[in-house]
């Protein structure tokens, strides 16, 4: 059997992979397993060396594999080309790796200790289609630099590109410590329920509740990234057309199907008026198409299921009360036209439920406590961003809300060696910098007497 991949603009086959079948998931994973001692056995230095000579491959290809990634998931070219670049930059990573994973001496007066990092064994890792690429090396490099094997279960909408990235990696690796196995849910329920040792998802908080209950029975191992339902809080001393800038990125960048995209927007009255108004035109100035449209800036919705879902909840907005600022109309095919909410409040399901479509929702709000209690109101803890000029006052705000990443006057995410966290359903356990690293890892402690 065929796995389509279908360019979401357009309705046209991009290529097919072949699907795996469920019942051959299982032999994919024993072949991993035995891959993994002789893995494990390069060291982190030697893991790093040859996973290294992949990142020039991907800068070459660049051109070519963000054209692949841009036509199988919508986003623009230069967004799909600068993606592809983006993974191929491996350097600065690896080092951090290599020191996440190298044996850390501890010693006491009696005791000499190797504080060590040890693989897992094999790590299933789960990706979705919104960062085709990126997400498949935020789960799969740390995974496979803590000495795991790695077997990947990317989204059933981008599998060209996911294909095409462990094609990259295969032309370095030894057989079988970085494999692929394509589908949708049936796919991932084998390969969660296999004999892995942990499971790296990223994706819907939905399909997170089905894989920690799946991973339980066994007790392995689990690092969930899941969806948010990110707000902005505007105070009255903000730099409106800065914030309104902000607003207008972040909540259409890559047509809103950004785990971090602006879902909610808390703005004090003050400044409400001048600030909708800068969002609306931000909003209309914006170019909607293809991703080889000249200056496009918005592409589509990944499939019919998701358009529909985002329609479905404008539509019971405007049906409970909310103004259609900008947008609303002219939406075609796969395509959501760009819209703005205003006068939404949290009965309604577009501010509850994650939207993941080019939709910026604003609220007007009398207090900056009001904003913050808004803000906390959200099972989702992902990003938070708070613009205002006093950066102290901001500050004050930012560690009132209740998410992983909270960004003053720019968006969610830290200086190099930082984490990506999310809070509360938003995540479980995390990556990136050290100590996300060590999560794709056992934690030993080997321990002798010290040389008198
Ligand atoms: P999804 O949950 O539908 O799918 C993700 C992956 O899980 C796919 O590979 C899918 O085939 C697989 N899957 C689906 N059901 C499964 C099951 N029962 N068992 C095992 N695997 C299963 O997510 P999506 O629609 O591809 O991606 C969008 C979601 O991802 C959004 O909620 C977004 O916020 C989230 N996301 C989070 C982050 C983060 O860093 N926190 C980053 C990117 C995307």
Redesign the pocket.
Known sequence: MQLESINPATGDVVGVVPVTAPQDVAAVVARARAAQPAWEALGPRGRADLLRRAGPTFLERAAALGELLSREMGKPLREGVGEVRSVGHLDGELEEMIQAFEPVILQDGRTVTEYRHDPLGVCAA??????PAS?IS?MALPALMAGNTVVL?????TPLIAQAYVDVFNEVLPPDVLSIVH???E???A??SADVDMIA????????R??LC?AAPGLKRVML????KDPLVVLDDADVAQAADFAVRNSFRNAG????STERIYVQEAVAEAFEAAVVAGCQALVQGPWDLEGVAVGPM?HAR?RDHVLRQIDEAVAAGATVAAGGVGHRGNFVAPTVLCGVDHSMSIMRD?T?GPVACIVRVSTEEEAVTLANDSPYG?GAVVFGSDEERAAGVARRIRAGMVGINRGVGGASGSP?V?AKE??LGFHGGVDGHRQFSQARIVSRRASP
């Open positions: 789960l990706t979705p289609f919104n960062f997400m935020w279960k990317p989204s059933e909408e589908g949708g849910a796919q991932g329920r390969l969660v998802f990223t994706g819907s908080r939905e399909t997170g089905h894989i799946a990234e899941l969806g948010g199907q950004v785990c971090v990944i998701q994650e993941f992902l990506w999310g938003s995540g």
